[in-house]
Each structure stands twice: as structure tokens, then as C-alpha cells.
């Protein structure tokens, strides 16, 4: 059986980022005719591809016997499931497609590039063969992934709400869904996220507990995600306990996930955190 879904992992490599290109397209065409079709087809062709992709990366795994992230291009390609993914999951809960060429075009990017260059390597920590590591992982990155587009869509609501205040009306700004539509889709990746990127780090936790003996471990990467959880958690609520306008929510969205992001770059170099994988 191992085999038999690695042998189909040759060719999914090729097919996956195809798929994703073949997607791309049909949200072209959708974001500048409006045609329903290609929206229709574009999120069924990104539907499929993610299944390939899913099944593409588990073959991976169960061959080299540990979970695919560990070199650069299994990181991107692990990137690109999580953005497709999460992309998904949106246009399912607020049917809105307009903005899918954007991400749907970072996914293919990134799958291209992994695809690319692609090689097998072997595991260097022990901890990238835990099951339970590799679903923290997952969940952490489809967190983080859910975030990261909430923090695009703060952005993407920040120039066009600068764009109707300077009654500058382009092509990209009729196009665009209305700022109350992107309000909602940041609102809802913002809570995707911060649902599994608190899965991902109680799993963490619980895997501190195994190794050391201690729910709470001082590692330096653990301690930011705490913060930054608590941090996310306290202004979702705070936001929607105060109705605060789509403006402010979406300065607070993009600023907050770039500050988490320098932190954790800046922890991965200096830090002392039992996260590092050789």
C-alpha cells in the first residue's frame, strides 16, 4: 500500500501544480468578467488539486518515514496544501471568489517551486516521525496560514478603503468584492485561525509533556505562540465585543500578524527552542 501511494506521488508532483495553474485561470477570468462558471470551476479544479496534493505529500511521508517538512521545498509545498485549503474553506462559508486569483496564484507559485526542485531527504530529528508531532505541525501551519490571509485581507481592505476616500476607482477596485465582503472574509480567517493554531499549540504542549515531563516548557517559540494566541484571541473579542470599524480591524489583522512573524523569524535564529529540525 505504501508503494502503491508513492508511485502515485511521481506523478502528482506534476499534476498538483497543473491543477493549481488550470485554477488560477478560471479565477482570472472570474475576477474580470464575473462569469459564474469560472468561479464554479475554478474552486472544483482547487478542490481536486488539494486532493492530489493531500494524498502527494502522504505518500512522501509514509516513504521517507517522516513528516514532509523537512527541507525548503516540502516547506513550500506544505504552504501551498495549507493556502488552498484554507481558501477552500472560505469561498465554502462566505461564497465569495473574487479574490481567489490571489491565493490560488501564491498556491501555484509555491507548489511550482516546490515541485520543481524537489528532493527525498531524510529525517534528522526524531521528532519529525511522531504522529502526533506531524498533526501539530499541521494544524499549527493551517493556523498560521489562516492568519496570514486574514492579515492579507486587513491589507487588501486598508488600500481599498484609501482608494474610495481618494475616489480613485480602478480596474482592481471594481473588480474587488465590497469592503463590508472582505471585512467578512478576514473576520472568518482570522477566527479559522486562531481555532486551529489553538489546536496546534495545545498539541504542542502536550508533546512538551511527553518529552520533559511538563505541560509548560521555557522554550522560546512556545512562549511566543502562547502570547500571540492570547494576544490574537483578546483582540478578536475585543473587536467584536466593541463593533470596531472594518479600518481598525484590519490595521489591528495585518499589523499583529506581522509583528507575530518577525518574533518568530527572530526566535528561529537567535532562540534557543527545541523546535530546530538538525
Known sequence: MEIFIYSLSIPFRILVP?????????????????????????????????TFHIIYLVGRGLHNRHFPITNTFESFSMLAMSIALIYLLLEKIRHEGKTGLFFIGIAFLFQLFASTFMIDESAHNLLLANPIFGIHTLFTLLGLTALAISAIYGLMYWMLAKEIKAHRFGKIYTNLPPLKSVEDLGRTASLIGLILLGIGILLGHYMASLEFGYFFVLDAKMIVADLAWLAYTIGWIFVVRYRLSGLRMSRIAFWGFVIFFISMIFINIFGDTFHKFS
Open 18 to 50: 497543473a491543477l493549481y495553474g488550470v485554477s488560477f485561470v478560471f479565477y482570472l477570468v472570474y475576477f474580470n468578467s464575473g462569469k459564474q462558471y469560472s468561479r464554479q470551476y475554478g474552486y472544483l479544479t482547487v478542490a481536486i488539486a488539494a
